[in-house]
């Protein structure tokens, strides 16, 4: 008796790099920079990783196209990104004053 096996396999929204970087880029809008033009990393991965539930690998894709196409730069230090010299003026958001990171401005608990 020959039974096909069938395999269930998540939808994946972020597994293609086009897809990742463009949620990437839709949350480091809504972050904002901060006056000296720094969005942190810890809220644009954890917006990413835990509400929107991406994996590590997504991340890394997406976050390499952006910085391949030059709409984000990251900082020396590794816990900012920038925005980046072929980013227009006008998608280059700031932070509001009322922001508060990481948890609350996420909605996590």
Not at 8 to 32: D, H, Q, S, T, W
Not at 70 to 94: F, Q
């Amino acid at each position: 008796m020959n039974k096909q096996f069938e395999k269930f396999v998540k939808n994946r929204p972020y597994a293609k790099p086009e897809a990742a970087a463009a949620r990437l880029l839709e949350i480091a809008k809504a972050i904002g920079a901060d006056r000296r033009g720094m969005i942190p990393i810890g809220a644009w991965n954890a917006t990413f990783l835990c509400r929107d539930k991406a994996n590590a690998s997504e991340y890394a894709l997406g976050r390499d196209h952006l910085i391949s196409s030059g709409l984000i730069e990251m900082h020396g230090s590794g816990g900012y990104i920038m925005w980046g010299p072929k980013c227009a003026p006008a998608d280059r958001t700031e932070m509001g004053e009322g922001i508060t990171l990481p948890a609350a401005s996420l909605g996590l608990k």
